[in-house]
Nanobody, 124 residues
Framework: QVQLVESGGGLVQAGGSLRLSCAASGRTFSIYAMGWFRQAPGKEREFAATISWSSTSTYYANSVKGRFTISRDNAKNAVYLQMNSLKPEDTAVYYC?????????????????WGQGTQVTVSS
């Protein structure tokens, strides 16, 4: 059974940092792209960051570019999101997901396994 489990969320003040982790089990995802999405209250889930299977390519939403860094460790079947200079508008539930191919994806439908999410709350 495939399972993705996010961790590392919490409450942080504006300007602070958090590091999210996503551990995958049930199969190896090392040949697939991985991504992070987020969903704020009352809003649709939106793309945040993606990384190719080999870590050679990354891509970010404009809203997080320069502040967030996605990385992965294929040996551990894990993906991470380092979030710096956090803003109140970053408050959301953050989800990791497995892409349908080795290459970066930005659309929800291009991912086929999702975690349950971890809450990130940034206070002003």
């Amino acid at each position: 059974q495939v399972q993705l489990v996010e961790s590392g969320g919490g409450l942080v003040q504006a300007g602070g940092s958090l590091r999210l982790s996503c551990a995958a089990s049930g199969r190896t995802f090392s040949i697939y792209a991985m991504g992070w999405f987020r969903q704020a209250p009352g809003k649709e889930r939106e793309f945040a960051a993606t990384i190719s299977w080999s870590s050679t390519s990354t891509y970010y939403a404009n809203s997080v570019k320069g502040r967030f860094t996605i990385s992965r460790d294929n040996a551990k079947n894990a993906v991470y999101l380092q979030m710096n200079s956090l803003k109140p508008e970053d408050t959301a539930v953050y989800y990791c997901a497995v892409g349908r191919s080795p290459y970066m994806h930005t659309l929800n439908l291009e991912y086929y396994h999702w975690g349950q999410g971890t809450q990130v709350t940034v206070s002003s």
